[in-house]
Each structure stands twice: as C-alpha cells, then as structure tokens.
C-alpha cells in the first residue's frame, strides 16, 4: 500500500467545475489535493515545484491543451500518472491520450459515485503494484493489476458484500494449482462456503482472470471448474 495519501493535482479550466472536483478528492479516503490549476502553465509550474503522484486534466484549457500538456509531461520524464476528465470524445483524442500513457478517461458530466469508482481503482491499481515489486513482476501480478482499471475489476464487486482481499485469496488459489479446480476445492482451500467460492469465481471470470470450463459427472449434469487465464 501507498505509504502517504495519493496528492492529486487538479487542473481545470472552470473555477466551479475544479472546486466541486476539489471537494469529491477530498471525499475520498487515501487522497489529498496537492493543488489546482486553472491552465497548461500553471499545471506546468506547479508540477516543477510540488510532488503530486496524479493529475485528474482536463483536455479544454485556455491556453496549452490537455493533450499537449500530457506530451510535455511524458517527454520531461515526469513520473505521475494522469486522469483525463474531459468532455472530449473523439476517437484520435482518445487514442492520442492512451499514447501519453493516460491511465483512465472519465466522460463529463458524471456523479460523485462514478467518481469515487474511478479513484478507487487507481488507488487499488497502486497498491497491487507495490504489493507485487517486491522483486522483477511476474506477468500474472501485472495482469491483475492492470485489470483493476477496468470497471468490472474496481469496486463493482464491493457494493456485492465482496471483499478485496478475499479475491485476492481466491487468484492465488488458483494461480497456484497445478489443474483446474472447483467452488468445493477453493472453498475447502480457504474455509469458506462452496457458494462464497462461486461468487469470487465468477467474478474473477468476469474480470477474465479466471477461465471457466465445464466438466460431466456420473449424473451427466455439469460442473465447473476454473482455472487461472494466465495457463
């Protein structure tokens, strides 16, 4: 986990927009607002002189657009990571944004609960990378990483009464068998009921870090079981 709450600069060009964006951060457990800017130049002067770990950046400024902005960034070797919040929803600003290593796109206008989503998957994607590199990253460490950005991997699966670490427990259970296994064989594994075991299952096959297949008994009705993606 971060050892400091994540400072967030916000940088956008509507005062009341960057207020209300400034209130959401601070709603949110695990950030602080480092500052806000309300331009390019004012976002570049306060990155030279502040530490900040992200930038939620809206790509309509006065006088340096967002995206040039991100370009200025990556070719400073700037380590942060950028939020885009922005209005803008042409495919090559999208796709521009991506090259800049722009790690989510959030569509205006939107609710504090999309908001709050948003955050906290960046915040999970964090601390599952710090939780892995310990040493070199093994490809299923960074696969589930990288999928806590997607929404199915958040914390969709928390409003459900399912936990994180919980889920956790059931990747490396099946990351560590050697063959397919059952909700009964995790469950058993984790001392847990065969029905809490399926519903990390088939949210971890949601995420697609999880393969389901089926398997007939003598009864000829089938069963699952589930395998890691990454074999």
């Known amino acids: 986990m971060t050892d400091h709450p994540i400072r967030t600069l916000i940088v956008e060009n509507d005062p009341?927009?960057?207020?209300?964006?400034?209130?959401?951060?601070?709603?949110?457990?695990?950030?602080?607002?480092?500052?806000?800017?309300?331009?390019?130049?004012?976002s570049l002067r306060h990155v030279s002189r502040v530490s900040n770990d992200l930038i939620l950046l809206d790509l309509h400024l006065p006088d340096i657009a967002g995206l040039e902005i991100c370009r200025i960034l990556r070719s400073q070797n700037v380590k942060l990571d950028i939020i885009a919040i922005t209005s803008v929803r042409d495919l090559e600003s999208i796709r521009t944004a991506i090259s800049f290593g722009v790690i989510q796109y959030l569509l205006k206008p939107f609710s504090f609960n999309t908001f709050q989503r948003s955050l906290e998957r960046y915040s999970t994607f964090r601390q599952r990378l710090t939780?892995?590199?310990?040493?070199?990253?093994?490809?299923r460490d960074l696969d589930f990483a990288l999928a806590t950005l997607c929404p199915e991997a958040g914390t969709d699966y928390q409003q459900k009464g399912l936990s994180a670490s919980t889920l956790d427990a059931v990747l490396t259970e099946l990351q560590a068998a050697d063959v397919p296994v059952s909700a009964d064989d995790v469950a058993a594994a984790l001392g847990m009921s065969?029905?809490?075991a399926r519903r990390y299952l088939h949210v971890l096959t949601?995420?697609?870090?999880?393969?389901q297949t089926q398997r007939y008994g003598h009864s000829g009705r089938p069963g699952h079981l589930y395998h890691w993606s990454g074999e």
Do not use: C, M, N, W
């Open 16 to 42: 009341l927009v960057a207020d209300t964006h400034r209130i959401y951060v601070q709603k949110v457990p695990g950030f602080t607002v480092s500052g806000v800017a309300h331009s390019g130049a004012e």
């Open 131 to 139: 939780a892995a590199a310990t040493g070199p990253l093994r490809q």
């Open 194 to 196: 065969r029905v809490t």
């Open 206 to 211: 949601t995420q697609r870090l999880a393969v």
